[in-house]
């Protein structure tokens, strides 16, 4: 499909010139003398550049371009005028002109100008397109669950994200709290604007103050240069605080006065500056309890849990666990280059039996190493790790499928074997998927000779 160019020029024969010329360079060109039918044009046809007079019938060509602009962002203007002047210069690109040209300076130059204005066109649609996709992605329509409790959830995370009202995710480790931060985002007006995640928990006291809020140099050691905090960063847009429980006191108090005034103090600063952000919060503590033992603030939390969402736990969602389960097939099948044709019907009822104390952070890793170990294209019940299995032998009272202890140990020998395998030997990752610490992993690798 050829590049569009609209040509907004009263003089018909300097129109028709230029029309030609640029159909000869491969373009295809619509045509308009004045603003009002140009305006037309834009409305009937996908264009992707405009070159326009700066003197037109019905109005000036500086103007149209803000209203262009305001109207198809993706869209570059050229503005072409017979008398060039600095002060209609400034103010074109001010209203978004890609470029201010004189008629007639060098009729060669409007070919490579124009194939650069392309080229930022091309890229305007590649982002917005990225944008969608990841809008998309972040949707409620992404959050995977048909259970009566988990439709609740959802339906009271829809209805807050119209709004601006801060957010308080509560919920089990595992949840998906993060998840449903981002959907409240993307479904809110504030969804082209950012959104900015951080773990509380993750930073020392000190450091998370100056992720959060900035520092001016020379605050501290090491501090070269002034830096924007997470909440500049995310000004007219979304911060995500997770584990929010793990916030220190003092800095509590900092954020208190964000969320009452909309000013912030940077580290070694001592004027405020304005922002404007929408909160949501998420905790896996009993945030009252923290209150009693005087390790939160009352008034922060009051502030904080305006709406508050209770993420269930996989366990209270059992009906849940073949969609995630069907899902996790997917994204690691075709991440591990391996085909699932079946999956054994005992293999979901197993996962039912399970009590998911890491919900579906834990059955998300179970998928993964159950397709390390697969040998075939189905995946069986000896597939799941041995716990799960022997959770299940004991809630189903089959005794005649418990395992001895001899045949218990050369079991879990090949299981690690296969993942120690799957890893490369990367010892971390193996203890991760495995879901055991990394010391009791190299103690399993001493035992069993590995």
Request: glycine residues 6%; hydrophobic residues 40%.
């Amino acid at each position: 499909m050829n590049n569009t160019i609209l040509i907004i020029d009263d003089e018909e024969k300097l129109r028709n010139l230029l029309a030609k010329i640029l159909t000869m360079e491969g373009f295809e060109v619509f045509q308009a003398g004045d603003c009002k039918s140009g305006l037309k044009r834009l409305e009937q046809n996908a264009i992707d550049v405009v070159i326009c007079d700066v003197k037109l019938p019905d109005g000036r060509g500086v103007d149209l371009t803000k209203t262009i602009k305001d109207k198809y962002p993706t869209v570059e203007v050229i503005l072409l005028t017979a008398y060039g002047n600095i002060p209609d210069g400034v103010q074109a690109i001010k209203n978004g002109a890609f470029d201010y040209i004189t008629k007639g300076d060098d009729n060669n130059k409007i070919i490579p100008l124009l194939h650069k204005a392309i080229e930022k066109v091309s890229l305007s649609k590649r982002v917005q397109q990225l944008e969608k996709q990841l809008g998309e992605k972040h949707s409620f329509d992404k959050i995977i669950g048909k259970s009566k409790i988990m439709l609740q959830t959802i339906d009271l995370a829809k209805k807050v994200a119209e709004t601006d009202t801060t957010v308080l995710l509560t919920g089990e480790t595992g949840t998906g709290k993060e998840v449903f931060a981002q959907a409240i985002h993307q479904a809110s007006r504030r969804s082209n604007q950012s959104f900015v995640a951080i773990n509380c928990s993750a930073f020392s006291k000190d450091l998370l103050e100056s992720e959060m809020f900035g520092h001016k140099a020379g605050a501290f050691t090491g501090a070269v240069k002034d830096q924007k905090g997470l909440f500049e960063e995310a000004h007219n847009g979304t911060i995500f605080l997770d584990e929010i429980g793990e916030m220190a006191l003092d800095l509590q108090a900092k954020l208190l006065r964000i969320i009452e005034s909309g000013e912030l103090l940077k580290v070694g600063e001592s004027k405020p500056i304005k922002v404007n952000v929408r909160i949501i919060a998420a905790t896996n503590r009993d945030l009252l309890k923290e209150i009693e033992a005087g390790h939160f603030r009352e008034d922060l939390y009051y502030r904080i849990s305006v709406f508050q969402i209770k993420l269930p736990a996989l366990r209270e969602r059992i009906v849940d666990i073949e969609l995630l389960t069907n899902h996790f097939v997917t994204v690691f099948s075709h991440k591990m280059n391996k085909k699932v044709r079946k999956i054994e019907e005992s293999f979901i009822e197993t996962l039912k039996l399970h009590n998911w104390n890491g919900n579906i952070r834990e059955l998300k890793n179970v998928i993964e190493r159950s397709i390390i170990l697969m040998n075939d294209d189905e995946l069986k019940t000896e597939n799941l790790p041995l716990e799960i299995q022997h959770a299940s032998q004991s809630a189903s009272a089959t005794s005649g499928k418990i395992l001895t202890n001899f045949e218990l140990a050369n079991a879990e020998k090949s299981h690690i074997q296969k993942v120690l395998n799957y890893t490369n030997g990367n010892k971390t990752k193996t203890a991760e998927l495995l879901n055991i610490a990394l010391t009791t992993l190299y103690r399993k690798i001493e035992e069993y000779k590995l």
